[in-house]
């Protein structure tokens, strides 16, 4: 996982991957696509649906577009969390804005020091990444059409603080290694 900008057409791009790591398969049928999610992160619908709202009602103000498709957090530390939001509807107009600036969409409350952008194929899968920082949280964005040319599109937010980050980082890393189209 690499926080330099780059952009990398072939299917050259390699995580490493440690499955004593990985937890349960998250299946998406829309993108035909699968991710393991980490070890002893657990869905959130399961633990309590105030929570669930809340994050709801957050994700609203950043874009009424985006429709949770299942969210897991760390039950270890309760400092890393893994959403996966289908933005389906996010209009092709508003995928070029966040390739050309994602700072103006990202981070108009300008709460992240630094915004870090790829592009790659991982497994035939094309992603656009991006990494967010600031003094106390990391955020990596995955957005993906998935395995085929359908018009739908998800992303993967993993987020978690600077020290979750350095403690779990490989957990992150072999996650998102993981993905495989279904």
Do not use: H
């Amino acid at each position: 996982m690499s926080c330099r900008q780059r952009e990398i057409k072939s299917d050259d791009i390699q995580f490493r991957v440690d499955k004593d790591l990985l937890g349960e398969i998250f299946n998406d049928s829309s993108t035909q696509i699968a991710i393991q999610i980490p070890k002893r992160w657990v869905s959130i619908q399961r633990k309590d649906d105030s929570v669930l709202r809340k994050l709801k009602a957050a994700l609203s103000f950043y874009s009424k577009q985006v429709k949770i498709k299942e969210v897991f957090y760390d039950t270890v530390s309760n400092e890393a969390s893994l959403s996966i939001l289908d933005i389906s509807r996010w209009s092709d107009a508003d995928l070029k804005q966040i390739y050309k600036s994602p700072d103006s969409v990202f981070n108009q409350a300008k709460k992240w020091k630094s915004i870090n952008k790829a592009e790659f194929i991982y497994r035939g899968i094309p992603f656009f990444q991006y990494i967010l920082f600031n003094e106390n949280y990391v955020n990596i964005k995955l957005i993906t059409n998935g395995a085929t040319n359908s018009s739908s599109k998800t992303e993967f937010d993993f987020i978690l603080t600077q020290k979750e980050y350095k403690k779990s980082g490989k957990k992150v890393e072999s996650s998102i290694g993981s993905i495989v189209p279904n």
